[in-house]
């Protein structure tokens, strides 16, 4: 194996972690998902600009040097990662502060579609209510009276 396989290969694994992290429930997991996804994907990408060669000199010869672009794309990348991080880990010690975890809780409007979904009921706009169908009236579905 060469060392551009191995390093493309651990790039793929940072990665696979990040978005296995990422679809958790905890701030602090979700804060770690985005640091390996984010690592992974620079490591790709220097992966992926080439072999290392001299520093971009004037007077070196242009088959030599490397190319400056991909390592400031990086180093942006790095300096936006760390943002998200720092704005993560705001976010999940304000939750512990207010609630005493860092869990990501439900959104009212997932709970009315998971409710939605377990009655087998769709939206007014695309189904007709039948005498026999039961309308979801706490999610905006007709009333007896608006029959």
Known sequence: MTPTLILAIAGGVLIATGVY???????????AGVMLAGNGVNLLFMVASGP??????????????SDPLPQAMV???????LAT???????????????GHDE????????IVRRRA???LSSEAYVELTPEVQPD???????????
């Open 137 to 147: 009236t706490e999610s905006g579905g007709r009333s007896e009276e608006q029959r």
């Open 104 to 111: 990501v809780a439900d959104d009212v409007e997932d709970a």
């Open 52 to 65: 290392a060669g001299l520093a971009p000199i004037v007077g070196n010869p242009e088959s030599e040097i």
């Open 21 to 31: 992290l990422l679809l958790e429930r905890s701030l602090m997991r979700i804060l």
């Open 85 to 99: 991080g720092a704005f993560l880990l705001a976010m999940s010690y304000r939750s512990f502060q207010l609630e």
């Open 75 to 81: 180093i942006t990348a790095i300096v936006i990662s």
């Open 118 to 120: 377990e009655a087998d």
